[in-house]
């Protein structure tokens, strides 16, 4: 069976911080991974998605991940962080074409 | 493009009453998954579809709860009595069957159950 994990639950930065959540992953077989997000009150966005390639994806808002296969990971990262991105980052991987397994969830709050 | 719609955004009822969730995928898509969001399990799967049917419905908490694709476009989830403890944020995804795109959600139904 699938499982993602997240390793911060919550995570308090200031607004021109760098960010970086980490996300492992566990399955046997390929995967295809994702970073949501999830505004307050609202339905999930997609961030940025791997299928292939490339390790290094980059997403909106100037968001970027990289999948390490050895590592079993996908974290996500951005150089500068904004107020604006206060939300929930979900890191999620699937089987092509099958159900999204999803991580518990980070809370990002980012202080003015 | 119209993007996933789910319909109602908010339900509040009492328990016992019948709950019928709504959900119309983007055109062109063939698979399509339910979610229940809840602070305690945090996301998790109900059931998915491809081409109007289920592949996976080990997420389905018990027999009070239904899902059915009467069409391509369109899904209902159904539970029958409703319970407190369902109460939770229901998303539906849509998808399509060759894995090729990443799912798009809907803005969910917020659903308590008093």
């Known amino acids: 069976a699938q499982s993602v994990s997240q390793h911060n639950h919550h995570v308090i930065l200031s607004e021109a911080a760098s960010l970086e959540l980490g996300c492992n992953y566990s399955?046997?077989?390929?995967?295809?991974l994702f970073w949501y997000v999830q505004y307050p009150g609202q339905h999930l966005q997609l961030l940025l998605k791997?299928?292939?390639?490339?390790?290094l994806v980059k997403g909106i808002k100037g968001f970027e991940a990289e999948f390490i296969k050895s590592k079993f990971s996908f974290n996500l990262r951005k150089p500068s962080v904004q107020w604006s991105d206060t939300a929930e980052y979900f890191c999620?991987?699937?089987?092509?074409?099958?159900?999204?397994?999803f991580g518990s969830g980070t809370r990002l709050q980012v202080q003015p | 493009d119209a993007g996933v719609i789910q319909s109602p955004r908010h339900e509040v009822t009492e328990m016992g009453q019948e709950v019928t969730l709504r959900c119309k995928l983007i055109?062109?898509?063939?698979?399509l998954f339910w979610y229940r969001q809840t602070m305690m399990r945090g996301l998790e799967l109900l059931i998915y579809?491809?081409?109007?049917?289920?592949?996976?419905d080990s997420g389905m908490p018990e027999d009070r709860f239904s899902a059915k694709m009467p069409n391509a476009s369109f899904s209902t989830l159904k539970i029958q009595p409703s319970e407190p403890r369902d109460s939770a944020v229901y998303f539906c995804?849509?998808?399509?069957?060759?894995?090729?795109?990443?799912?798009?959600f809907g803005d969910g139904t917020r659903l308590s159950i008093l």
């Open positions: 399955y046997g077989g390929t995967v295809n």
């Open positions: 791997y299928f292939s390639g490339d390790p």
């Open positions: 995804a849509s998808s399509t069957i060759d894995g090729n795109q990443p799912q798009h």
């Open positions: 579809f491809n081409n109007n049917v289920p592949i996976d």
């Open positions: 999620a991987v699937n089987a092509r074409g099958r159900a999204l397994t």
């Open positions: 055109s062109g898509h063939n698979s």
